[in-house]
């Protein structure tokens, strides 16, 4: 059993930044590949970023490559995601996602999700 729960998100003006974490809570020694993806009322989930067990690879969307930095610490049992340059269109339910090791974490079956925390960017 994995439970994640992020937190972080919050209004920001558009050019701002933001910071999201999530806290896993799973047995020990476990190590999942950690992802974060986002949801708005108008789209279907997007996957925004994701890293792998140790933190060595991580692989990120188009859109937010170079603006948005996924990262993990692994003894707080924490994943990250810094969000800079904002845009309004960013505004979303961010989620945090776990699943099963792998290098090519963009495309693995993520089966464990957080509850969301939003973001809305303001223009």
């Known amino acids: 059993q994995v439970q994640l729960v992020e937190s972080g998100g919050g209004l920001v003006q558009s050019g701002g930044s933001l910071g999201l974490s999530c806290q896993v809570s799973a047995r020990p020694g476990i190590l999942y590949s950690m992802a974060w993806f986002r949801q708005t009322t108008e789209k279907e989930r997007e996957f925004v970023a994701a890293?792998?067990?140790?933190?060595?690879?991580?692989d990120y969307a188009e859109s937010m490559e170079g603006r948005f930095t996924i990262s993990r610490d692994n003894a707080k049992n924490t994943v990250y995601l810094q969000m800079n340059s904002l845009k309004p269109e960013d505004t979303a339910v961010y989620y945090c996602?776990?699943?099963?090791?792998?290098?090519?974490?963009?495309?693995?079956?993520?089966?464990?999700w957080g509850q969301g925390t939003q973001v809305t960017v303001s223009s």
């Open positions: 996602a776990a699943g099963p090791k792998t290098s090519d974490v963009k495309s693995a079956r993520y089966t464990y």
């Open positions: 890293i792998n067990s140790n933190g060595r690879n991580t």
